[in-house]
């Protein structure tokens, strides 16, 4: 379905483009709000993305993961225009990631919800991204890769961690630890 919906756009269908418009706005929004609490640049950033798509698309389905290039093209837009007004240099600070948007939800005890919020919070902010792309966006490790602009092994490598500290700090089998991510992403998809 996916790949028909960027065939229907590549012909210059307007509805494709308009549906896949829809589709990604709330959730580049919540991820731009991670970046940043300037929601005039995150909607600048989802609109400059949504024009490249549009006046590339004949170009963008040779792209291997269209999903990761739009996080990805979003992501370096808002970061380059931080830089230039200068309000945060990323080169001293990563972006805090709010843990509202990966704890599980609210059929889990409050109790494992409050340990895990806890446990978000100890890891640094790379960490959280990671998490955030994987469990809460549903990115492969190659389209998290491709959106922190990191290799795949080092992707693999970081969510290993990122995991590893979780499952330390709750004190619970790594099993139990990925279904609660597991089932925090797949809520959070169908909320959307």
């Known amino acids: 379905m996916e790949s028909e919906r960027w065939n229907h756009i590549e012909q210059g269908n307007i509805e494709a483009y308009s549906e896949t418009y829809i589709f990604y706005y709330k959730k580049l929004y919540n991820y731009g709000r991670k970046f940043t609490d300037n929601t005039a640049l995150i909607e600048d950033a989802i609109q400059v993305v949504f024009v490249m798509v549009w006046n590339n ?56 919800n409050k340990q895990l919020k806890q446990a978000l919070i100890s ?55 990925l279904a609660i991510l597991k089932e925090s992403c797949f809520s959070n998809m169908h909320a959307v």
């Open 123 to 177: 890891l640094t902010s790379r960490q959280r991204e990671a998490i955030f792309l994987r469990f809460y966006e549903a990115l492969s490790f190659e389209e998290v890769a491709q959106v922190m602009n990191i290799s795949v092994k080092a992707t693999y490598k970081l969510i290993t961690r990122s995991l590893l500290k979780l499952k330390e700090l709750l004190n619970i089998p790594m099993i139990l630890l």
């Open 57 to 112: 698309r004949e170009k963008f389905v040779d792209i291997s993961s269209p999903h990761s290039y739009i996080f990805y093209s979003f992501r370096n837009y808002i970061f380059k225009e931080q830089k230039k007004q200068q309000k945060v240099v990323f080169q001293n600070k990563e972006p805090e990631f709010s843990i509202d948007n990966i704890i599980i939800d609210r059929e889990t005890s409050a109790e494992l």
